[in-house]
């Protein structure tokens, strides 16, 4: 499945939601709630990422994306927005700083920068 499926999905639950449905009871609990279990997953991304292997990883960078997503929803964004803004970054000139680093190597490339603030 792919985000923009996800997100569908998501936003069909938000406006028909299904009984004893997970995603229908954070919007029901509202920004809040959604907006905590947001840092909730980030924090389990941290934990993985410092000793519970790779699986573990990408379990919770997927709980993360989804509960942003409900998120995005809930304040009634799109998918398309976030897209639009790594866009808008990815056309601004870079600053001389960044035009000086040289590209990571394999080895040192983690795909870090590329939702990161700094990184644009």
Known sequence: MNLNRLFEIILARRENP?????????????EDEIV?????EAVEVILAVKGQGDERVISEVADLFYH????????????????????????????????????????????EGAGAKGGR
């Open 18 to 30: 299904p009984p004893g449905s997970y995603t229908a009871r954070l919007f029901a609990a509202g």
């Open 68 to 111: 942003t997503l409900v998120l995005l929803a809930a304040r009634g964004l799109t998918l398309a927005d976030v897209e639009a803004e790594l866009e808008r970054r990815h056309a601004s000139p870079l600053s001389p700083a960044l035009r000086a680093t040289p590209s990571p190597s394999p080895e040192r490339s983690s795909g």
């Open 36 to 40: 905590k279990k947001v840092g909730e």
